[in-house]
């Protein structure tokens, strides 16, 4: 039980923000997140990351999305486990418009403006993408698939170059 594997570490260091804690319940101060020295430590809010907490999804339109694709939204875990998957911005000028959605929507808390991502990877010998959004509070944010289908050319030349850069 250490920070490597608790759903709240985060690691920024490409940011050059270093490793942190993203539990509210750590942060010296509001809107601050708790800094790491290593990823070794642990604390009494630590809290098991598993894909099983990652991800959610509506069960109605993962229905639909297997009868128009064939392929259920549980299948995203195939993807994140590819060791080549590659992930990007659906649309780097497009961000999800949350300000006329009615009451009854739930919002997300801190996160006004999700952007929409993609996961590309191997399901089954055949490149698949992955289409979703965040929801959640900061360290406890799952990303919401909202579509799962086959990739289109563009998605697969993406992907076969990013696996042969890793090669």
Not at 60 to 68: I, R, Y
Not at 126 to 144: C, H, K, L, P, Q
């Amino acid at each position: 039980m250490n920070c490597y594997s608790c759903q709240y570490f985060a690691d920024f260091s490409d940011l050059n923000l270093g490793l942190r804690c993203m539990n509210k319940k750590n942060s010296p101060i509001v809107g601050d997140f708790k800094a790491l020295e290593n990823g070794d430590s642990s604390c009494d809010h630590y809290s098991p990351y598993s894909l099983d907490n990652r991800f959610e999804w509506d069960e109605n339109k993962n229905l639909k999305n297997q009868q128009k694709h064939h392929i259920g939204f549980e299948r995203i875990k195939d993807i994140i486990n590819d060791k080549y998957m590659f992930q990007m911005v659906e649309k780097t000028n497009k961000w999800e418009d949350v300000s006329n959605l009615p009451d009854d929507v739930e919002r997300n808390e801190g996160n006004t403006d999700p952007i929409r991502g993609k996961y590309i990877g191997f399901i089954d010998n055949n490149i698949y993408t992955a289409i979703y959004t965040f929801r959640g509070a900061v360290g406890e944010m799952r990303a919401r698939v909202i579509s799962l289908r086959r990739a289109d050319k563009n998605e697969i030349k993406t992907y076969e170059h990013f696996k042969k850069s890793k090669k």
